[in-house]
């Protein structure tokens, strides 16, 4: 069977119908919601963290608790900075599901399985063509 190919920019077609890709949307858009409130914690602690270290204490600072604080403040921005790409990887997702190019692996243009892209809906990577990235 032949892939479906959109000629106006070279990409394959979604080989999912309309409705698959809208339960595709609700799992991105709930993740991505779960994502966002968890970027908003973070910035809120990387917020308190940088108000913390700023202020003056009438207690004595040990070198030991200001590493630590240091390296909680480090941990937390890289999670940030982690979770903004991951929103950005879900938010690619659904752009994809807008062009119906969503679950069309980029390596081998093969569809990428339902429970491929229910466990990690933001992939563009076909299971076998993840294996021989390795």
């Known amino acids: 069977m032949a892939e479906k190919v959109d000629q106006a920019n070279n990409e394959r077609v979604s080989p999912y119908t309309d409705e698959e890709l809208e339960y595709f949307r609700e799992i991105i858009l709930k993740k ?44 937390t921005y ?12 879900l ?12 679950g069309v692996c980029k390596v081998t243009g093969k569809k990428i399985s339902k429970g491929r892209l229910e466990a990690v809906p933001h992939t563009q990577l076909s299971i076998d063509a993840k294996l021989k990235r390795r």
């Open 78 to 89: 890289m999670l940030f900075n982690r979770t903004r790409k991951f929103i950005k990887y």
């Open 32 to 75: 991505r919601d779960q994502a966002d409130e968890e970027l908003q914690a973070l910035q809120r602690t990387l917020r308190e963290n940088m108000e913390n270290s700023s202020d003056e204490s009438a207690y004595s600072f040990h070198m030991a608790d200001a590493g630590t604080d240091a390296q909680e403040r480090e941990k």
């Open 91 to 102: 938010d690619d997702a659904l752009k994809r599901i807008d062009n119906k190019t969503y």
